[in-house]
């Protein structure tokens, strides 16, 4: 846990009979990850605590009969840990069965098809649907809910209640503005409400929808997705303001399509805020302005080319100061420019314009 | 009472279907009926199951338990989610005679998967009965998939159940409130202390949590701090509601019913909020001219501070309970006037007068003798408005060793008061106070005097001046299975003292019953009442508290009031009046005293301590003590709980 307070104690224990030293206040887990030991999981995220709801990453541990989870399991001195067996491939692969049995097996028309984990255990641990012949759970009905946001929309049967939404909202984004409702097979996730009069706490920023291994929270914004391999990721940095958070815009058939992040890139370390995360469908908008216009003498919008309409707007601004005064205008810049262009603005205004009427919208 | 005829708990098996009558091996529990009548058929456990009539339709049996479980399961892990969902499907199939041969494979595959890979007890225990009952009783399920048949359905009723819920009086669902820590979801958990649980400030505070002396974490390192996570949650929600000046919802009335409510004090507070959320119209009657009776007067400021008790009131109020401050019942107003205006009574009075100790001189009422209950009454209700006058002294001696005795100590010791003693008849061991109040006494010093007990007075002048102890040593266990203090002849000691506060224990004030409007009372002085239906003889007449089962814990106390709430409701109702049903399965599987087993898990967390002001700036003043957790420290406190659910099933005749 990171809220420990950090020692210097180091810890010695035995993982599938390697000797591996680390500190005291890791888990099983990331101890046999520094030692390059794969255990497979699936709630886990590097960006969450653990959450230990899947109860794939089992391990076996010398004098406890039960395996234990090695996700949040903290090292202890003199540990005898083993990660692959018999016993843990047949629960494991148990346990899989029973996530797949409860999760749709219409791959071929999924986005996330060719890019998931859940799909990816499947495979490892040899499982198909004729495995799930004698599993004819009888799956309860889910009407469909809002989610917390109309941005978002909640797919219940896909879900798989590794937790990772509700954990990334309270963690990361330190609202709580959803939780796992429901009991049994019958749970979901869900708003949360504190009362009839409160609105829901969601600030829709995606998280949830990032964190979600298996799509089961999708955006309601844009078209058809496309397939992670005709999928073209461009990195670039987000336009809507100065923290220059870095993000894919998912290109298709040269359409931006959305926007995902990576975990490990940018300041932002895969995180994003509504604007960055859901603000892209402008790109191909009708109603774009893709060349300068200048209203010609009947008072109608032309298409004309940025020499003339510079020209013209300087000229205008040169007669309105000549007549009127310098303090006749005013500059007002926008927060999607960088700090240079800030700059360079405010000195147009005050040095070219001779007036120190200027100003900037994050300040209103 | 039947005898178990098959039936397994951990290792243990006893099968005595095929034995004679007197060759019967009784070593398993033996259960009385469910409610007068209704025969016990067989009870499901978390370790096994006992069968006391081989009668009972197994199969059925075993799908309404892993229904049960399948219902109860929080939706977290995997294997307790999905896992149990099928094998209860395949379990309804086969009663349905739609079994297939390959399903109990099926079925015993996967209940081993969920008992090893599930995240909680709940998992882990679900399926221990049913892979015992396939075990045992395997003529059953292959009968069931040949005959192909509808199966005859049995009466059942489940609890989930858990260490520490069962050994809270009030029977809190504690490890689905400390869940809701861990979530982050506080109001979710306040909500679900509240339907037990009106009170969770005061409670969080001073209560003498049975749970954690139960807890199953303590054989890993230590208890979950269950009392400190009640109080976080309940300081968090109350500080936004104060900060938003957010109110409680008032409740509307739904019911032309009017309750009276005599005593403010814990019993009578959580009576007169249940009995409010059920429609009732409900006043409180107060001698005093605040809230919190006991709560309030008993317990001194720095371990519960006055507006902790008066923001729990004004929630109370909110709902639409009316209160009226310093109106005594027996002289203002007489309990035949109640009785006439309202349709139901209650008397929770609690025990406000004080026993003497049986030695010479109390009679005198010298200067310098004031009894416990007395001193921390007047300390309580004048000191914070600057009108107490202690009495006057160096040397005060307190004798009992309960946590009043060790409230009126501390509290002397915060007055300023040089030497402050404990005289106590037995050894420190056997000690009612809490353990952690007789730390603090110690590091705050208070003097222990133990294996004493004080045989006379000194008097001169009116006034104290001294006390005459002898020595004593422990004897033979008694009753209450502490050793029994004897005298030692001859080592009669003289002991200087100027004030003398005898804290032995308290009982009933019983003058607001007249002889017009008796009520049976018992010989030590507590009120007489119905056990199911916690009515006095007087018809519509109840009572709870500390003044029907003597003074006791808080919580005990509160959980008389929320099963009197009960049966004012069904009494009001018209209904027939019996306890409500978990109430009766928790005093069943106490009755049974199953074993517990080890608990088998990795775990090193110790718990996380309250930070608490230093000894010499706390005794200076009466302000509290410890602040609460933090949320990150709380959070983290709830990582600890092993969440020891389990399911607890009686099959019934109807």
Redo the contacts between chains.
């Keep these: 846990m990171s809220i420990m307070v950090k020692t210097e104690k180091k810890v010695t224990l035995i993982i599938d009979g390697q000797k591996i030293t680390v500190p005291d206040t890791i888990t099983i887990l990331e101890a046999a990850q520094k030692a390059g030991i794969r255990i497979p999981t699936l709630c886990y995220h590097p960006a969450l605590a653990a959450i230990g709801s899947c109860r794939i990453c089992i391990v076996e541990i010398e004098g406890v009969d039960r395996p234990a989870t090695a996700c949040n399991t903290e090292a202890l001195e003199g540990m005898k840990v083993t990660t692959r067996s018999e016993r843990l491939f047949d629960l494991r692969r148990e346990v899989i069965k029973m996530i797949l049995a409860h999760h749709p097996l219409n791959c071929s028309p999924c986005p996330e098809n060719g890019d998931c984990e859940l799909q990816d255990l499947a495979y490892e641990y040899d499982l198909a649907a004729m495995d799930f012949n004698d599993y004819h759970i009888q799956t309860e009905g889910f009407p469909w809910k809002p989610f917390s946001t109309p941005i978002l929309d909640y797919h219940p049967r896909r879900c798989i209640l590794c937790g990772r939404c509700v954990k990334v909202c309270s963690e990361i984004r330190g609202l709580g503005a959803i939780t796992m409702s429901g009991s049994g097979a019958k749970a979901v996730i869900q708003p949360v409400m504190a009362d009839e009069q409160t609105p829901s706490l969601c600030i829709s920023c995606g998280e949830c929808m990032r964190v979600c291994p298996v799509n089961a929270i999708e955006e309601t914004m844009g078209g058809i997705k496309g397939k992670p391999w005709e999928t073209k990721r461009v990195q670039t940095t987000c336009g809507y303001c100065g923290v220059g958070c870095q993000l894919d815009l998912n290109v298709v058939n040269n359409q931006v399509v959305g926007v995902t992040t990576r975990d490990d890139v940018g300041v932002n370390k895969g995180r994003l805020c509504s604007k960055g995360r859901f603000g892209y469908t402008f790109i191909h908008s009708e109603d774009r302005l893709r060349r300068p216009l200048v209203r010609n003498e009947e008072g109608k919008l032309e298409e004309t080319t940025w020499t003339r309409a510079l020209m013209k707007v300087a000229r205008e601004f040169k007669r309105i100061k000549k007549e009127h005064g310098p303090d006749s205008l005013g500059g007002l810049s926008s927060a999607r420019c960088t700090n240079e262009e800030n700059y360079l603005f405010q000195r147009l205004i005050r040095q070219v314009f001779g007036t120190n009427n200027v100003d900037h919208c994050a300040r209103l | 009472m039947r005898k178990v005829i098959l039936g397994t708990w951990q290792d243990k098996i006893i099968d005595n279907r095929h034995k004679e009558k007197h060759l019967i091996n009784d070593e398993f529990p033996e259960l009385e009926d469910f409610e007068g009548g209704n025969r016990i058929k067989a009870f499901v456990g978390w370790d096994g199951f006992f069968i006391f009539d081989l009668d009972v339709p197994v199969i059925d049996m075993m799908r309404a338990y892993v229904e049960k479980v399948?219902?109860?399961?929080?939706?977290?892990?995997?294997?307790?989610?999905?896992?149990?969902?099928?094998v209860a499907?395949k379990l309804r199939d086969m009663t349905n005679g739609l079994g297939r041969e390959?399903?109990l494979r099926?079925i015993k595959?996967?209940a081993r998967?969920i008992?090893?890979?599930?995240?909680c007890e709940l998992g882990?225990t679900s399926m221990t009965a049913l892979l015992k009952i396939m075990e045992l009783m395997p003529k059953e399920f292959e009968e069931a998939i040949k005959n192909r048949r509808m199966m005859r359905k049995g009466a059942y009723r489940a609890i989930a159940t858990a260490p520490c819920i069962e050994a809270c009086p009030a029977h809190l669902d504690i490890p689905s409130y400390i869940d809701a820590i861990r979530?982050?979801?506080y109001?979710?958990s306040l909500a679900i202390i509240a339907r037990k649980n009106p009170l969770a400030g005061i409670c969080g505070r001073v209560c003498v949590r049975p749970c954690e002396f139960v807890c199953r974490r303590a054989e890993l390192d230590e208890p979950i701090s269950i009392k400190y996570l009640k109080r976080f949650v309940n300081d968090q929600i109350l500080s936004y509601a104060a900060a938003r000046s957010k109110k409680a919802e008032t409740v509307p009335v739904r019911s032309d019913k009017q309750v009276a409510v005599i005593g403010a004090g814990p019993c009578g507070m959580t009576a007169a909020f249940y009995l409010k959320q059920k429609g009732f119209s409900v006043e409180v009657f107060e001698e005093l001219n605040e809230p919190g009776g006991m709560s309030a007067v008993g317990i001194p400021d720095y371990r519960l501070p006055r507006e902790v008790i008066q923001a729990e009131v004004r929630r109370i109020m909110e709902t639409g309970v009316k209160f009226t401050y310093g109106m005594r019942i027996g002289s203002d107003k007489t309990l035949e006037d109640l009785k006439g205006k309202y349709d139901a009574v209650l008397i929770a009075i609690g025990a406000h007068k004080s026993k003497d100790v049986g030695m010479q001189g109390e009679q005198e009422k010298p200067e310098g003798y004031i009894s416990g209950v007395k001193f921390l009454r007047d300390l309580n209700t004048l000191h914070h408005i600057g009108e107490f006058d202690p009495p006057g002294g160096t040397h005060l001696v307190v004798v009992g060793g309960g946590n009043v005795a060790m409230d009126c100590a501390r509290s002397a010791k915060r007055l300023g008061y040089s030497k402050v003693s404990v005289i106590y008849r037995r050894t420190e061991k056997e000690m009612p106070a809490d353990e952690e109040e007789i730390r603090e006494a110690k590091h705050e010093g208070v003097e222990f005097n133990f294996l004493t007990n004080p045989t006379g007075m000194k008097i001169k002048d009116g006034k104290v001046t001294g006390l005459t102890c002898i020595q004593m040593e422990l004897g033979e266990p008694d009753q209450s299975g502490r050793r029994r203090p004897i005298e030692i002849k001859g080592s009669d000691f003289h002991l200087d003292c100027d004030i003398l506060i005898p804290a032995i224990g308290q009982a009933v004030d019983l003058s607001l019953f007249t002889q017009n409007f008796p009520v049976k009372t018992t010989k030590w002085g507590t009120v007489v009442v119905d056990e199911e239906t916690m009515m006095t003889d007087q018809n519509g007449v109840f009572a709870g508290g500390d003044c029907v089962s003597g003074p006791k814990a808080l919580i005990d106390a509160m959980s008389q009031g929320l099963h009197v709430a009960h049966c004012i409701d069904q009494y009001l109702g018209g209904q027939p009046m019996n306890m409500p049903e978990n109430e009766r399965m928790f005093r069943l599987i106490k009755a049974m005293k199953l074993p517990q087993a080890p608990v088998?898990?990795?775990g090193?967390?110790p718990r996380c301590n309250l930070e608490s002001r230093p000894i010499e700036e706390r005794i200076m003043d009466f302000d509290e003590i410890e602040g609460g957790y933090k949320p990150?420290e709380a959070i983290?406190e709830a990582?600890r709980c092993l969440r020891c659910y389990r399911i607890a099933m009686f099959v019934t005749e109807e």
Excluded: A
């Design positions: 399948q219902e109860e399961s929080c939706g977290y892990c995997t294997p307790c989610r999905v896992g149990t969902k099928i499907d390959e399903d099926t595959r996967l998967v008992r090893d890979t599930s995240m882990h979530g982050g979801n109001y979710e088998n898990r990795v090193n967390k990150k983290r990582e």
